[in-house]
DNA sequence: TCTGGGGTCCTAGGACCC
DNA sequence: TCTGGGGTCCTAGGACCC
């Protein structure tokens, strides 16, 4: 058996935990650039599309409609690393499939127990971390994602369904559009209509000969899984990174190389980061950046790779190299809005092969100094200690108008709580069901 | 006007091997 | 008229996920 715990708005539950007061208020998070919005709390919901672009929102955020924040990804990744360390307390069999999102294995359960440890989860998790999460419980994964679905779908589930004990399973799953299966994207969803698919149940009564043809081994095992055959198994182990991507919109366009150099600099840089806190190095480098898709003239994309003699993770030979792809891929006259660096061909960074053709590298001493570089940074602040490449003061650099703050991971940033001489009552951040503080 | 970022997996087809 | 069988490796592109 399988539990999915899905965190219900994930990146608006966070910002909320901080933010007491927005408690039952319509919240939103936006993507990188404040572009688009990414993150509906329930309140928001009835209010603001998904993918609807701050702009069109505007009007809501200055009147304070609605609460919007600009994307804190460190915010969000520690309150992940937590629910997680949470949900190990309730299986020894933990999969992180997402930021919000995990897989348990649940041995040793009777059915009839399954829902109310689902239960003991969410309401341990809300505690814990201060984030309402949904669970889905079932024989594969693919039925369990389809139950949290369920969950969040009918209040009166209290955020939990443990589909094995459904008195009639497929007079649910025909209530379920296809397009919400796992593995059923847009393309699929349209390829299966034509076929006459629409719902779960007629996907999972479908042939599978015919299947198998058409949709190729996934959506074989799809079709399996939603029989309750499992197909895909619990993964607990990350399997390692194949690539590694930074890449940003500017926040505005760009037209000078200088600018793109420096932004491609700071995405190396970050790109380079990423590799040693894996352990890894890169054995191709690519660089690549392009106009805006919605400006139909003057559209312009380009990307340039390299192969590098010696697998590295060094930032500043990946800069070296990156300043001569991004040369190499500009084109001038274009109106720039994205750049995009990709470190691929991954190998351990213990295991690397020597070159016969490439003079030896002082790898050791060079490994020093990007650890002491790192850790300064870790310290003290992101771009304590930086290249020069990157420039001084970007003049590309990405909005961020609405940013909350760091509160979790930054010693300037903790929450502050202020508390009121006794008798008064306590202050509504006390008393509130939060146990952030 | 504005419209994100970071990944993984599978398949088809070509080149090559014996 | 018929012109084998069984593989591996690589790449591009398309699909998906959150």
């Known amino acids: 058996m399988f539990a999915l715990v899905d965190c219900n708005s994930f990146f608006a539950s966070c910002e909320k935990v901080f933010r007491p007061a927005l408690e039952g208020k319509p919240v939103v998070v936006l993507s990188n650039n404040d572009g688009c919005v990414v ?12 993918q609807a672009t701050l702009f069109s929102i505007q009007d809501l955020v200055n009147r304070g409609t609605i609460h919007a924040f600009s994307s804190n990804p460190i915010l969000y990744r520690d309150m992940s690393r937590r629910v997680i360390q949470t949900l190990q307390h309730f299986s020894p069999e933990v999969e992180q499939y997402s930021i919000d999102e995990a897989f348990l294995g649940l041995h040793g359960f009777t059915k009839a127990d399954l ?13 814990w971390t201060g984030i309402p999460v949904s669970v889905g419980i079932a024989k594969t994964k693919t039925l369990a994602k389809l139950a949290a679905h369920e969950a969040k779908r009918y209040p009166n589930l209290n955020g939990v369904l443990n589909f094995e004990a459904l008195a009639d399973p497929n007079a649910v799953l025909a209530s379920i559009d296809v397009g919400e299966v796992w593995g059923i994207g847009r393309n699929l969803k349209a390829k299966l209509k034509a ?7 007629q996907l999972k009564n479908a042939d599978k000969t015919r299947i198998k043809k058409k949709f190729g081994v996934l959506g074989l095992r799809t079709v399996l899984e939603l029989r309750g055959t499992p197909c ?9 990174k194949t690539m590694r991507i930074v890449s940003r919109s500017f926040g505005h366009l760009v037209t000078e190389l200088s600018d793109i150099k420096e932004a491609v600099a700071t995405y190396t840089t970050r790109c380079a980061e990423k590799l040693r806190a894996d352990g890894l190095v890169a054995g191709q480098f690519t660089v690549s950046m392009r106009t805006s898709y919605y400006r139909p003239e003057n559209q312009y994309s380009a990307a340039r790779s390299v192969e590098l003699d010696q697998p590295t993770n060094d930032t500043a030979v990946l800069i070296h190299e990156a300043m001569r792809l991004a040369e190499a891929a500009f084109t001038p006259g274009y109106e720039y809005l994205k750049a995009k660096v990709i470190a691929t061909e991954l190998s351990p960074a213990g295991e690397v092969q020597g070159n016969l053709f490439a003079a030896p590298a002082d790898t050791k001493k060079r490994d020093r100094l990007m650890q002491a570089v790192d850790s300064l940074n870790r310290k003290l602040s992101p771009d304590a200690v930086k290249f020069g490449a990157m420039g001084l003061k970007p003049t590309w650099a990405m909005r961020s108008d609405y940013f909350s703050q760091r509160y979790t991971t930054h010693w300037g940033e903790l929450p502050t709580v202020k508390v009121m001489s006794y008798p008064q009552p306590l202050p509504s951040v006390l008393s509130s069901d939060s146990n952030a503080f």
């Open 232 to 240: 895909f198994p619990m993964e607990p182990v990350a399997s390692p």
């Open 39 to 50: 993150a509906r709390s329930p309140e928001a919901k009835s209010l603001v599309a998904m």
């Open 115 to 127: 829902g109310d440890y689902g239960q003991k989860i969410r309401t341990t998790v809300k505690q």
């Open 195 to 201: 076929m006459g698919i629409t719902n779960v149940l």
